[in-house]
């Protein structure tokens, strides 16, 4: 095996996948592909390191994504081999489950290939700075094995403790080491110099100097799924990483050294208590002010200034300015006002003289974590400007591409994919046999809006349906009636589903397909006609009319409605002289009448032989009932003529309001029903509203009549 090889292994068992992988990185590094996890740890045995990156899919054949991290750990191997997922599903609980077998990332697909890119190798650079750590650290510990002899307690305690901490993989740096103890060194110094009650020998400041090179043991512990993570922490995994001061002290209590318990305790209480704050809003154990020890306050705020001005793999480092003045207002927490004093008197000669020592000193310590110089900001042209794939991957594409051809052919629906960052859409071939439109259109929106494919309120719908998908909820479907190239107007169902920039987060993207259901939605019209509408008037028919009135009533902003019960007055008279089809001709001719006296918002039926409802929600006052009622009169005078027989019909109107005369709808038709028989009774071809007189009057319902 070449040590100076680098391979990225990538597993998938979809070969374009593969390949359009492999494309991002073959000019970097040797590529292996395999179709099953079974391959996978056959490459790795194989190849051992020089594998620098596994690119791992969930699903596959023998053996999947899971199975193959479980291995890989079970093996070691995830220790030095970093893992990244791809995959379409992003749900929480995949991705908690593979952070909890090792991964070191997640990549959603479809995915941009630059940012794979970027991540990838930051990984690969982590996993080689910590393999670089480790390694350096086992050459320090050799050395200071063999000088043993010639070190004091103190530096015998830190060879041990360094022994210790190799076990729990060491991530920390030569020179944070080293500006920690300088650091530290200076605080002390000069807190002692201010406020004498901290009464402290030049050793016992050398001591809290040399034990705050222990204040990080503990993150040894930490998962290096957590530990590496580029990116912010969950609060989840945020939690994990402050348990790096309870593991700290547990590593320095498997230690055999009780030769000097003073040193072991500044080291306990600097590696427990430096996340600790003078407000008591530190951790673990939430203590402050003095119950803080102040070797332990003294490293924390050391801390804090080094975090600040060094550079970290989640962020650039702020200049010594900055990081004074984020200090000084409180930003990174509450320290000890004297504290604050003290740092605020030797700042300055903190940043001189610490930048001067680590200079002195670089060479001497682990290397500190830094991007590779040949990675250049992030822009969102770089996918548009990458080199033309492989022939190779044009190859598997244009397979795909008329895979995809066929089996839409072949479905006989409509394919498209509309890209919204372009505003450009692309549809299957069919789409120009029944459309007057080309297969590709630029600046979509505003073609559709001048074509008058779609009609003006069903585009309208269609926006907002696209303006609401998220990535919870990427689907919608809806009803069109879109434009054939006869111009005639045909149902078609849309289904769509968008897809999202796993890292952006946002849509660029909506495949769908178009059906036609025109033939399915005649019988769905005929149906629900034959359901709702009188045969002979098509008007509502009673249990249509009923549900429309029941919706309208339950709702709590209607101000007023009103039922009117029409009644024609003779009309069997008409049937008897001239017949039921010329009965039926004339009880049309009474629909259209009433048809064309209405709004578009009232509700108009038939209950019966020669009965009709009209419905009026939110009418004004009782004036536009009274003119609306004798509209309808004069209207229903009719008188017709056949071989010297003659016949004249009129209407009758019955009105109850809501809410004075009643609530619901079985309320109000009773009452217009008493109104009807009232104005029957006393004269025909007029209208009458219900009033509480007329309630006590024995009346005959015309209702009853319908209902038997």
Not at 87 to 115: H, Q, W
Not at 283 to 305: H, N
Not at 496 to 503: G, P, R, T, V, Y
Not at 616 to 631: F, I, P, Q, T, W
Request: glycine share 4%.
């Amino acid at each position: 095996m070449n040590d100076n090889e680098k391979i990225i292994l990538i597993a998938d068992d979809i070969e374009l996948n593969r390949a359009i992988i492999a494309e991002i990185f073959n000019k970097n590094y040797r590529i292996i592909e395999v179709e099953n996890g079974r391959k996978v740890l056959d490459a790795i045995a194989v190849h051992g390191r020089a594998i620098k990156m596994v690119l791992l899919d969930i699903i596959m054949p023998e053996m999947d994504g899971y199975e193959v991290l479980q291995a890989m750990a079970g093996n070691g191997w995830l220790k030095q081999i970093p893992v990244i997922i791809i995959t379409s599903d992003s749900s929480e609980k995949v991705a908690l489950r593979c952070y909890n077998l090792g991964v070191s990332d997640m990549v959603k697909k479809p995915f941009n290939p630059e940012i794979v890119r970027r991540r990838v190798e930051n990984v690969i650079e982590l996993y080689a700075h910590k393999f670089d750590l480790e390694t350096m650290i086992k050459k320090q510990i050799t050395t200071m094995e063999e000088q043993e002899a010639r070190l004091n307690q103190a530096n015998s305690f830190v060879i041990d403790a360094l022994s210790t901490v190799i076990e729990f993989r060491s991530g920390e740096s030569g020179q944070h080491i080293q500006r920690m103890r300088g650091l530290t060194r200076y605080l002390t110094n000069n807190l002692v110099h201010l406020y004498p009650e901290y009464d402290m020998e030049p050793a016992m400041v050398e001591a809290v100097a040399s034990a705050a090179t222990m204040h990080d043991i503990g993150k040894i512990a930490i998962p290096d799924s957590v530990l590496l993570k580029p990116g912010k922490l969950t609060d989840k995994e945020f939690e994990v990483m402050k348990t790096h001061t309870i593991r700290g002290c547990e590593i320095l209590e498997t230690l055999d050294y009780t030769q000097d318990e003073d040193y072991f305790k500044l080291c306990y209480e600097i590696c427990r208590y430096h996340h600790e704050r003078w407000d008591g809003k530190g951790y673990p154990e939430g203590l402050r002010e003095d119950e803080i020890p102040i070797w332990a306050q003294i490293v924390s705020l050391a801390d804090v200034y080094d975090a600040l001005t060094s550079e970290r793999v989640y962020k650039p480092p702020y200049s010594h300015e900055q990081a004074v003045t984020m200090i000084l207002n409180g930003e990174c927490g509450v320290f000890n006002p004297k504290l604050i004093a003290c740092f605020k008197e030797c700042v300055n000669h903190i940043r001189d003289n610490l930048d001067e020592n680590t200079e002195k000193t670089a060479g001497e310590g682990l290397v500190p974590y830094r991007p590779s110089s040949h990675v250049k900001p992030l822009r969102l042209t770089d996918i548009e400007e990458m080199d033309t794939i492989s022939e190779r991957v044009m190859w598997l594409l244009e397979v795909e591409q008329e895979k995809y051809r066929v089996l839409s052919e072949m479905s006989g629906e409509i394919i498209f994919d509309y890209n919204l960052l372009s505003d450009r859409i692309e549809f299957s071939e069919k789409a120009s046999d029944i459309f007057d439109m080309d297969t590709q259109i630029e600046h979509f929106i505003k073609r559709i809006q001048e074509s008058g494919f779609i009609e003006q309120e069903q585009f309208k719908e269609l926006i907002d349906s696209i303006k609401k998908i998220t990535p919870e909820q990427p689907f919608f479907r809806q009803e069109l009636r879109l434009k054939l190239k006869d111009s005639s107007y045909e149902w078609y169902e849309l289904y769509a589903n968008a897809i999202f920039d796993s890292d952006m987060g946002r849509c660029i993207s909506i495949l769908g397909k178009i059906t036609n259901i025109h033939e399915r939605k005649k019988r769905s019209d005929l149906l629900y006609q034959q359901a709702n509408t009188d045969p002979l008037t098509g008007l509502f028919n009673r249990n249509a009319l009923n549900k429309h009135i029941y919706a309208v009533l339950a709702d709590p902003v209607l101000k007023n409605a009103a039922v009117m019960i029409i009644d024609l007055d003779n009309f069997k008279a008409v049937n008897d002289n001239f017949g039921h089809l010329y009965g039926d001709g004339v009880l049309k001719e009474i629909s259209r009448e009433i048809r064309e006296r209405v709004r578009e918002t009232d509700i108009i039926g038939r209950i019966g032989g020669d009965e009709f409802v009209v419905f009026m929600e939110n009418y004004g006052d009782e004036s536009v009932l009274e003119k609306r009622a004798e509209a309808f009169c004069r209207a229903l005078r009719k008188r017709y003529e056949e071989d010297d027989v003659e016949c004249a019909i009129s209407g009758s109107i019955g009105i109850a309001c809501f809410p004075r005369d009643g609530k619901t709808y079985d309320e109000l038709l009773v009452k217009a029903d008493q109104a009807l028989y009232y104005i029957k009774k006393e004269h025909k071809n007029d209208y009458a509203f219900y009033r509480d007189e007329i309630r006590q009057t024995h009346f005959h319902s015309v209702l009853s009549e319908v209902d038997a």
